[in-house]
Nanobody, 120 residues
Framework: QVQLVESGGGLVQPGGSLRLSCAAS????????MGWYRQVPGKQREFVAT???????VYAESVKGRFTISRDNAKNTVYLQMNSLKPEDTAVYYC??????????????WGQGTQVTVSS
């Protein structure tokens, strides 16, 4: 099986920083794009950032200049460095990854989510 496990969420004051991590594990043959989404209650999950295996990154307009996505391919891990956090960044953050397992076809996998709360 393949699984994604996130960590690093928590409570932070406006203007503060947090770093999220997401590690993929299991019978992975190939790991392609990895990214982050977020969701608040009553709203659809929204795109935050993504990184290709080659290092190309794309960001939502709302986080450009404040968030940085990076990855360590040797560790099958993606990170989201979040700076200058605002109350509207409060959400459950999910990582996802396009993974080809050793046995099976490429599919999109999701982590369990980690809560980020920005409040004074």
């Amino acid at each position: 099986q393949v699984q994604l496990v996130e960590s690093g969420g928590g409570l932070v004051q406006p203007g503060g920083s947090l770093r999220l991590s997401c590690a993929a594990s299991g019978s992975i043959f190939r790991l392609a794009g990895m990214g982050w989404y977020r969701q608040v209650p009553g709203k659809q999950r929204e795109f935050v950032a993504t990184s290709t295996s080659g290092g190309i990154t794309v960001y939502a307009e709302s986080v450009k200049g404040r968030f940085t996505i990076s990855r360590d391919n040797a560790k099958n891990t993606v990170y989201l460095q979040m700076n200058s956090l605002k109350p509207e960044d409060t959400a459950v953050y999910y990582c996802n990854a396009d993974i080809k397992p050793v046995a099976g076809v490429t599919d999109t996998y999701w982590g369990q989510g980690t809560q980020v709360t920005v409040s004074s």
